[in-house]
């Protein structure tokens, strides 16, 4: 079936310029995103909200004001403040966002991960672009603990391409990519790759671990560090973390038995809140040999841990500062090939990372929601039929976008039946998107492909679609390939209009 729709699709393949502008710096208070891992439970835990406090803080403790805690609300995709106990200020000179992702982080499909990813990018561009944005898109710095930092890398992967200005810091606290494989000790001994990111990608070389990286340190970002541990004498019910390419790895096999994949965001939190003598959270005091006593951080492989002073949020700028870093790694950084306008921009719209009767990726969470079924013969697609519906979740719809484009199969249909497509925008009413000829369901017979125009007051901003088919006779429509258009010429290649094309060589 795809094969006889690539001509269809062929200009894509070029690649895309985002388009998007950066707030300016200053206008909203410097910003860290904590994102947790694995939750079986579904429930965001407590120690993202303690370290999201304790950064607040932080900022206050080193001359400016302390900071706020927001929460990334799922069902909304917007931000409140945190009432959690463990969030005690409400100042104005640090944003910290814990991202709730609870419900899909022990999905172990395909594309949870990136779907998350796609709804917090999302967020962070509308974040700081509102009125009073609380969020600067200049001074990002991401903190992600297992399978959050695949969410993380996801989106520092989306800054880059979308032309944005990539975090200034990314922080890795064991990372994980074997996703809902919990019980996994690491990738190569019988874990299940998450191979729910850089699906179009399998070229990215960002660990040793897995032929399908879902954390890259990426060519562009400011400093990223790691905190891992690969400790045979943990728990084994906890996997271990991994030394990423091109960063600043450091080491934590001192951590305390047997919970060393958590020890290593408590190991953290506790050089964010320098004089805490217990853990907030587990009311522990730090283990014996958590932290050093040296401060000098000059060489690229630092044996054991530095003071607690000088270690971990230390080497944020809005901890300590800068001047103490240690080295990145060799020179291996990951060139960031994501394109908003190939299939990326709207996770699993080609429906080829589905599970039979259960939550769907890029479909279930984050304002999504699927009441039809789907089905497959030489590749996956969704069926609608009279009355179901499917809604995506929500994601950012770049400003050069023109259109979205899908295939469709009518299996049966009346003259009556139509296929509806409204797409939802901030800020602006719930639009139908496809005409009337191209709603009409009951002439086509076989795989079609449309277009359906975006409004400009509808592009830059958050966005969502929703598919959906009359009942007046049961028909049954199949729907493929849903993705952004961006045109990648504007000067009438496209359309055949000529006019504007110069006679002389450049």
């Not at 200049?138 to 903190?143: A, N, T, V």
């Not at 032929?211 to 562009?220: A, F, H, K, M, Q």
């Not at 079609?448 to 592009?459: F, Y």
Request: charged content about 15%.
């Amino acid at each position: 079936m795809k094969m006889a729709r690539v001509s269809f699709w062929l200009l894509l393949v070029a690649g895309w310029s985002g388009g998007i502008s950066a707030d300016a710096n200053g206008t909203a208070p410097p910003t860290t995103v904590i994102s947790h891992g694995f939750q079986l439970s579904g429930t965001v835990p407590d120690w993202p909200y303690a370290l999201a406090d304790a950064i607040a803080r932080r900022a206050g403790a080193e001359g400016g004001a302390d900071g706020r805690v927001y929460v990334y609300e799922p069902a909304t995709g917007d931000l409140s403040a945190c009432q959690e106990v463990w969030c005690t200020t409400s100042g104005v000179g640090h944003t910290v966002i814990v991202f709730d992702w609870a419900d899909d982080s022990n999905e172990e499909g395909a594309g949870f991960s990136e779907a998350a990813a796609a709804a917090l990018f999302a967020g962070l561009l509308t974040w700081s672009q509102e009125p009073s944005p609380v969020v600067d898109l200049d001074r990002l710095h991401f903190i992600g603990h297992s399978r959050g930092t695949v969410v993380n890398s996801e989106v520092a992967e989306r800054l880059i391409a979308a032309g944005l200005p990539p975090p200034v810091q990314v922080t890795t606290l064991d990372p994980h990519d074997a996703g809902g494989a919990f019980l996994a000790q690491n990738l190569d001994a019988g874990g299940l790759d998450d191979y729910d990111v850089n699906w179009e990608h399998p070229e990215y070389d960002c660990h040793a671990q897995s032929s399908t990286p879902g954390v890259c340190s990426w060519i562009g970002t400011g400093y990223n560090d790691n905190y891992w541990q690969n400790d045979s004498a943990c728990l084994f019910i906890y996997p271990r973390g991994m030394e990423l390419y091109g960063v600043a790895n450091f080491h934590q096999n001192a951590l305390d038995d047997p919970f060393c994949h958590s020890d290593t965001h408590r190991w953290y939190l506790l050089t964010a809140d320098t004089d805490a003598l217990t853990h907030p959270v587990t009311g522990n005091p730090p283990g014996v040999d958590w932290y050093g006593s040296g401060t000098d951080c000059s060489t690229i492989q630092r044996t054991t841990p530095l003071a607690r002073t000088a270690d971990g949020y230390n080497l944020s700028e809005t901890g300590a500062g800068t001047a103490n870093r240690c080295p990145a790694g060799p020179n291996s950084l990951q060139q960031v090939l994501f394109d908003f306008g190939l299939q990326e921009g709207l996770v699993n719209g080609d429906f080829e990372r589905i599970r039979a009767g259960q939550e769907q990726a890029g479909w279930s969470f984050h304002g999504g929601a699927m009441q039809a079924s789907l089905g497959a013969d030489t590749d996956n697609y969704l069926i609608l039929q009279g009355g179901e519906w499917a809604r995506h979740n929500r994601f950012h719809l770049p400003a050069a976008t023109k259109a979205i484009q899908l295939c469709r199969k009518v299996a049966a249909a009346s003259p009556s039946d139509l296929l509806s497509m409204l797409i939802s925008s901030a800020g602006a009413a719930d639009r139908e998107m496809l005409t009337p000829a191209q709603q009409t369901v009951s002439a086509a017979a076989d795989w079609d492909c449309l277009e359906a125009a975006v409004l400009p007051s509808e592009t830059g901003k958050t966005a969502q679609i929703q598919l959906s088919l009359t009942n007046s006779a049961n028909p049954t429509v199949f729907i493929d390939d849903i993705r952004l258009f961006v045109p990648i010429f504007e000067d009438g290649f496209e359309n055949g209009e000529t006019s504007a094309w110069s006679a002389t060589m450049p």
